[in-house]
């Protein structure tokens, strides 16, 4: 409850400076325009300046602090790398706040996971004496930070036991419902009790629309498992580009959301307000088209935005990405199904869980998220339905849970470093001999 309390501070203030600077990067822009030329050449170079900065954070004081942190800390209890340490605190907050407040489209959620463990960690090697008691803290802290980044403590929980350790246990049911609790209760002291997402009101489901959701999951879970690949070759791609410094890579990434960002400013960010505009109900006034580009945007964007190698998590921007789906596929059922199928919103809604499903290949996280956030548990049943054919349809094709494949990179790239370290050593004594 004491690491709770502490991520509920850091993670409240994280999310309250994120949230100055998404309004001060809109500010920004739409007052650039003023002066085409110069303007567009400033928001592309304060842009690629802030990338660039948030990965020479990285790369100088704090490297497991790259991309999400969530593979770290699910290597970390499963005993295959060592915690982070406290360092990764400081450089997680500024270089976050830097790469996500500037417009990359990163979460919130990969900082406050990754804080919160390193919190947890901090901690119970200052106060505990046994290592399965600390890991219990760690984790209870790292399912913390997940709970202040989307106002949701019961998700925050679950993404313990069902993605970082696989285990169900009362002691750490209770460390984590503790840790929880006690986060959100400090994080809506600061922010505010509000609702994440307002996505109308709950209403009756029928039975007999389950099978669109359904086909709305299969769907998704093609989209997903896309993602997945894409996020991955493109990672792979960058550590291809060995003749180009890292600083410089992310710098150029920068640069290419800041041009994104003239022409549209709220495709770029977190995605929050994309999704809330998406949802809300001048949704009908939206043309289909804008909503293709809108998904196409996004999809490719995230996994750009992640290559780059900043602070920044994966969840956040699917959020958006499985709204717009959704409502594309509201659109084609009322041109082929016009028989009064349900309200766009509700797909939205539902596509949010099973995009997040088909790529973390976690349910009932992705379900719980999704309720707290948008407070429509009328639509549990469905976000089942759609999970499932999510899951298998992903599974099927062939893609792994994408925290595994993080999680496999991270540590091979760990060992080849130790072991060119190792080489180097080798080499220097055979010279000296």
């Not at 954070?57 to 699910?74: D, K, L, N, T, Y």
């Not at 605190?89 to 790469?99: H, M, Q």
């Not at 958006?320 to 409502?327: R, S």
């Not at 009328?378 to 099927?396: G, V």
């Amino acid at each position: 409850m004491v690491a709770g309390g502490l991520v509920g501070l850091l993670g409240g203030g994280f999310r309250a400076l994120l949230r100055l600077a998404d309004h001060l990067r809109s500010t920004l822009i739409v007052q650039a325009h003023v002066s085409p030329v110069y303007g567009a050449c400033a928001t592309l170079l304060a842009v690629g300046a802030a990338a660039a900065a948030a990965r020479w954070m990285v790369v100088r004081f704090a490297p497991i602090a790259a991309g999400s942190g969530v593979q770290h800390v699910e290597a970390m209890m499963r005993g295959e790398t060592t915690p982070a340490g406290a360092i990764v605190i400081p450089v997680k907050f500024v270089a976050g706040l830097l790469a996500i407040g500037s417009g990359l489209a990163l979460g919130r959620e990969g900082p406050t996971v990754q804080m919160g463990a390193a919190i947890g960690t901090v901690l119970s090697r200052t106060v505990l004496a046994k290592d399965p008691e600390r890991t219990v803290v760690d984790a209870a802290a790292a399912g913390a930070g997940l709970a202040v980044a989307f106002n949701a403590p019961l998700g925050g929980s679950i993404f313990v036991f069902e993605e970082l350790t696989r285990s169900f246990t009362p002691r750490l049911v209770i460390a984590t419902v503790g840790a929880a609790a006690v986060a959100v209760a400090v994080m809506r002291l600061m922010l505010g009790d509000s609702q994440e997402f307002s996505a109308g009101t709950q209403a009756y489901q029928p039975i007999g629309q389950l099978p669109l959701y359904l086909g709305l999951g299969a769907l998704l879970g093609l989209a997903g498992a896309g993602y997945n690949a894409l996020t991955l070759g493109l990672l792979s791609l960058a550590d291809r580009l060995t003749a180009i410094p890292s600083i410089v890579r992310a710098a150029a990434i920068g640069i290419a959301v800041g041009a994104v960002g003239w022409f549209a400013p709220v495709l770029i960010g977190g995605g929050d307000t994309l999704a809330q505009g998406l949802m809300s109900a001048t949704t009908a006034d939206i043309a289909m088209t804008s909503l293709v580009v809108i998904f196409l945007a996004r999809l490719l964007l995230g996994p750009v935005c992640y290559a780059a190698g900043t602070p920044g998590g994966l969840f956040a921007p699917l959020l958006a990405l499985g709204a717009a789906f959704g409502l594309i596929y509201a659109r084609g059922l009322a041109v082929w199904l016009p028989g009064a199928p349900p309200p766009p919103v509700a797909f939205a809604v539902v596509g949010m869980a099973a995009l997040f499903t088909a790529v973390v290949r976690a349910p009932l996280t992705g379900i719980v998220l999704t309720i707290e956030m948008t407070g429509r548990a009328d639509l549990a049943l469905a976000m089942l339905f759609a999970c499932l054919s999510s899951t298998l349809l992903a599974t099927a094709i062939g893609s792994e849970p994408i925290y595994d494949s993080l999680r496999r990179r991270m540590l091979a790239t760990m060992n080849g470093a130790g072991t060119s370290a190792v080489m180097q050593l080798l080499t220097v004594s055979q010279r000296l001999d």
